[in-house]
């Protein structure tokens, strides 16, 4: 069907297919396009706006499926380490950890780690994207007599991120004990800010090489940077095809027709059934491979678009709770809830057409011939057969749902995807009229924990007095 | 805090800290209590309700703590394999995988796959919950070379379950192929109906060695059973504490005092929520070991509580969606949209009190005095420090939060842990008035699946003919 690229399937949110109380009508539609053509809104035609935005720089993550230079020294880095790198470790959170994990498990065998024939050579991946001394701990037990066949990637902007910081110091004195101030050096590689910040300070006294976090871009837009690119060009991910799949669909998200924009039309959708009360966003890959793509699109549409807009009274909280989900296996867990349940949802499936391989199941064991149908069948196949067989059990409940088609599940595809929902992102906010770039809602618990972990001045010490008496356990509470 | 067990805490959905708008206020609390002891309900006391239907007989997975049949079957068949069992593999889907996982997680090291020394001798530990041939064929791969020293557990009460079925059909000629009969025979444990079924005929056939799925206990509520014990106690995890764990839960939860049984506040307090449009349940482990008990808890909430109510004109269509999260990772991926989005979310934290081991960071690095405020700290002091953080702010913006602490992650209260929120499950349908046991929306899916796989019949043909024609692709929709 799809020719080359993903494509984007939306006839199963019409109301021809679910009825005119939750399907979208052909006059809703129009009042989409003309929301998207200006004819409705205040700031103009919202692609040419978006156009217009990324012209002028304020969008920089659309550069970067351009930048030589990025892939450029990713590389350089690569061929650097060839041979001395049997195991790679991302210290990185949110922006910097999500989109790490999301390329891995799409794009490399789900063996990797465990499996050498499977991994040719290259490094194991580990990401750590949080501070759990359990956890951590049964790394560093594994990882203390493999330290100089271990390299570290510290990825943070600032390197004020206190996860960050945290597994930092751990690490910086594991290797200092270990294997010295050299081995420190060789085996640290710092992803940061190009010219300011702790993590540039300490990258320069103690001699790490270096990548750099670009400008302006957001964590959870950065995956098509030095962030994302280097653990996977490690891994021997193909980061040219995959930058050449965000250029095409640059190339598509770019067109001012709104029925041909892919990433305007996501977008649409969305919004308009948040408007209308679906407050959650599922999306649902039937495929492994995808599963993690999942969990970075959950960060980019939660952090991008719940945002508060307004003051006092007049506030009005914004936001569609996006939710991971995984077919076939969340069938057995919330398929159940998605059509008996309140019809609070869109659903967005994640498809692919042709699987990399696909396994035949074998003959139907004698005494159980009620498994004839299954005899000899591909499990890609049944995988595909159930996502049709889902989703016509939700449109028969009336849920609306879209699907992404991939072709293929590879570097060119992925890069496509993952550039087509940071755009329909974008889109979404514009809708929205918020700003999809900064989240202002984290600071009040960075500087929450800051002041508990004494961060000296009287204002971390009046903020922890007052944090504490909020949350000290009152025993009249506790069962 | 806690003394032994696991304790709830729900200060922080009160009207005295969230404020009016969005706390339970002291008249509310009443209604719930009033809810419970029955002045306002046509059944009489929900507790003793619950209590009665425990002693009819019709909550079977209560009995499962008390079992003693089922640990030592399960303890019998894991002295048997002791020494020939290198990797371990369930085949099974939904409930049949996600306590399996959960348990594992929770009660296991985080490189148990990867580390010799830290499995000390007990097999590794696949469980494969999906039917994509991607990601289990690279697992084929790797296990082909090594089936005599792999078990194969297949879990289905019936041997219906499609993607089970799959599974199985392909690691059986797998092994037939490889090594023969006899080793299919040694190499295949069934876990299935005591009497009948298909996977039950198929294993007396073969004579694969099983244990029971006991009658009356859905997958979501069978992680006590054999379901979930024997991958367990094959992975050295102490199952008698678990159970025992359990069993300590079940005196608190019969308690016919409201105020003291933690599994009818969590109902009561979900149930009020849900019915003033917080239509979202989040559950946020602070800890790695927790994250998939809240993957675990999301199939046990969303199956036994979405659920439609009534008929035709009058049916309600109920259920909240949960949502699993995890800290302090998601800090840095949904907190701007639980402070700032819709406040449509009950927050349910799990903190650890006491870590089962604990990292200093180490000193600031020289040219980063800024980070002096982390220099020697403990890990875990910042991983709690930051869950107190993230309420503060959640509690700033009126957002309702209960935490239930761990004194420590152990088999106990684990145990505890889940029969807890399997009886808050029991609690919250007797409040919504729905059956909780059931699932009967999955059906049609499963019905689809069938035919478009090509079960023969008729009615499946015609099926097959109805659905391929409302999914068919038109282009007309395809961006």
């Given at each position: ?5 993903i ?112 991994r ?143 990433a ?35 960060q ?21 709770t ?5 077919g ?13 349940g ?38 890609g ?28 599940v ?54 922890a007095?007052?944090?504490?008496s909020?949350?000290e ?7």
């Amino acid at each position: 069907m799809a020719e080359s690229g993903i494509r984007l399937y939306y006839k199963n949110v019409t109301a021809e297919v679910i009825g005119v109380e939750n399907g979208i009508t052909d006059a809703q539609f129009d009042d989409l396009v003309a929301e998207f053509d200006g004819r409705s809104s205040k700031t103009g035609p919202l692609i040419t706006e978006l156009n217009r935005q990324r012209a002028a720089g304020r969008t920089p993550y659309r550069d970067l499926p351009y930048n030589t230079e990025y892939p450029a020294d990713v590389k350089q880095l690569v061929s650097e380490l060839a041979g001395r790198c049997e195991n790679f470790v991302v210290l990185g959170i949110g922006g910097s950890a999500l989109g790490n994990i999301a390329l891995q498990t799409a794009l490399n065998p789900y063996m990797y780690n465990i499996d050498d024939a499977q991994r040719k050579g290259r490094p194991r991946l580990f990401v750590f994207d949080n501070v759990d001394p359990v956890q951590f701990g049964s790394f560093l037990d594994w990882v203390a007599g493999r330290l100089d066949r271990t390299i570290f990637n510290v990825i943070s902007k600032s390197g004020q991120t206190v996860e960050t910081a945290a597994q930092f110091m751990i690490i910086r004195r594991l290797l200092l004990d270990k294997i010295g101030s050299e081995g420190l050096r060789n085996q640290v590689i710092a992803t940061t800010d190009a010219t300011k910040g702790i993590l540039r300070s300490i990258s320069e006294d103690a001699g790490f090489r270096t990548l750099i976090v670009p400008e302006g871009v957001g964590g959870r837009f950065s995956v098509l940077s030095p962030v994302g690119l280097f653990s996977a060009a490690m891994c021997g991910i193909d980061i040219d095809s995959l930058l050449a799949g965000a250029k095409d669909m640059d190339k598509r998200v770019r067109c001012e027709e709104f029925s041909r924009n892919p990433a305007a039309v996501i977008a649409a959708i969305n919004w308009h059934y948040y408007n209308r009360g679906k407050n959650i966003s599922v999306m649902m890959p039937y495929s492994y491979a995808l599963r993690d793509l999942a969990d970075w699109y959950r960060q980019l549409w939660a952090e991008s678009l719940g945002k508060a807009k307004g003051h006092d009274d007049k506030q009005v909280d914004i936001g569609p709770t996006p939710v991971k989900a995984l077919g076939a296996t969340d069938q057995h867990s919330q398929v159940q809830l998605y059509r008996e349940g309140p019809n609070d949802k869109l659903f967005t499936f994640l498809q692919v057409e042709n699987f990399n391989r696909d396994l035949k199941t074998g003959p139907a064991p004698a005494p159980a011939p009620e498994l004839g149908y299954l005899a000899e069948k591909d499990m890609g196949v049944l995988l595909n057969s159930e996502k049709t067989a889902t989703e016509y059990a939700l449109l028969d409940s009336q849920r609306p749902c879209i699907t992404v088609f991939f072709p293929e599940v590879n570097a060119r595809t992925v890069g496509e995807f993952i550039y087509l929902f940071e755009v329909a992102t974008s889109f979404t906010a514009l809708l929205f009229r918020i700003n999809a770039y900064d989240q202002p809602a984290v600071e009040l618990g960075k500087e929450a924990t800051f002041a508990l972990m004494g961060k000296p001045g009287k204002k971390d010490r009046d903020l922890a007095r007052q944090i504490r008496s909020l949350t000290e356990v009152d025993k009249k509470f506790l069962v």
